[in-house]
């Protein structure tokens, strides 16, 4: 894929997509998780994404001593042979890994699972791969305000709230490729969503809602002022993996399921 790949058959912003859009929909949607996937893993430490033959794989940058700890590899693949995808994750891992298997809404899943099953792979979790192509997007009145994080002041609240960092300094410009967005009662941060500029797309990371608000629309509304401010800022496609249970959310945006991931991890020998 790469940027060529991301940059063909592009839909104009406002425009619906054609034929040819959403035959090249899975590969734009891979890109687009590759890249924002190993955005939000580089906080720590640079985590890349680059193809080896027909493969991607997502993992982390060399480190100083050899000695030092790697996180796990994510190998994403598409259309490609089991025994070609588990030859080349065994011949160029670095330590543990995971296979992305992602199928297209039309194709079986349970050929891939065999396949995979086969070769001593355990099967995990399984991921709607959806995509928005940003020409519809509903209006809707947000129950409480919505906020783009800019100031230092929101984002400490923000990682109070999260029990985690979701933004860096770095990414408070207008112009950053990480824009996040909060939900806000008052002052207290009650769900949150962040964008990744993906190439010509953008990928959607850490959508949350706080429990005791959930079923209000908030999620919703987060999605909407995200989904506008991607297209203003000339995405021409959002993308995300979703829970089962948050792929029920997501087309009431506008999203579209394209395919699933299945992650396979190697079982112990």
Request: glycine letters at 8%; hydrophobic letters at 40%; proline letters at 7%.
């Amino acid at each position: 894929m790469g940027n060529t790949a991301l940059q063909k058959h592009v839909s104009p912003p406002g425009r619906s997509p054609t034929a040819e859009d959403a035959a090249d929909g899975v590969e734009r949607a891979i890109g687009a998780f590759v890249r924002g996937f190993s955005f939000t893993r580089s906080f720590t430490h640079p985590y890349v994404a680059e193809r080896i033959g027909a493969v991607w794989v997502m993992r982390d940058a060399p480190r100083k001593r050899p000695s030092d700890y790697y996180r796990r590899e994510e190998w994403v693949a598409h259309g490609v042979d089991a025994a070609e995808v588990d030859r080349i994750a065994r011949l160029h891992t670095r330590g543990g890994y995971a296979i992305c298997a992602i199928r297209s809404l039309g194709e079986s899943d349970a050929p891939i699972s065999a396949a995979y099953k086969a070769l001593g792979y355990r099967l995990g979790t399984t991921e709607p791969m959806m995509i928005h192509w940003l020409g519809r997007i509903p209006r809707i009145a947000p129950p409480y305000p919505i906020r783009r994080v800019l100031t230092p002041d929101l984002a400490e609240r923000l990682a109070d709230a999260a029990g985690s960092r979701q933004v860096l300094a770095e990414h408070l410009a207008d112009v950053a490729p990480l824009r996040q967005y909060v939900a806000l009662d008052g002052d207290k941060p009650i769900g949150w969503v962040r964008s990744i500029v993906a190439g010509k797309a953008t990928w959607v990371s850490n959508m949350h809602v706080v429990p005791a608000y959930r079923r209000r629309g908030i999620g919703r509304s987060l999605l909407v002022s995200m989904l506008r401010d991607d297209r203003a800022h000339g995405s021409t496609a959002s993308v995300l993996l979703s829970s089962h249970t948050g792929a029920l959310l997501y087309p009431r945006v506008g999203y579209e399921q394209i395919g699933e991931l299945l992650l396979f991890t190697p079982k112990r020998r």
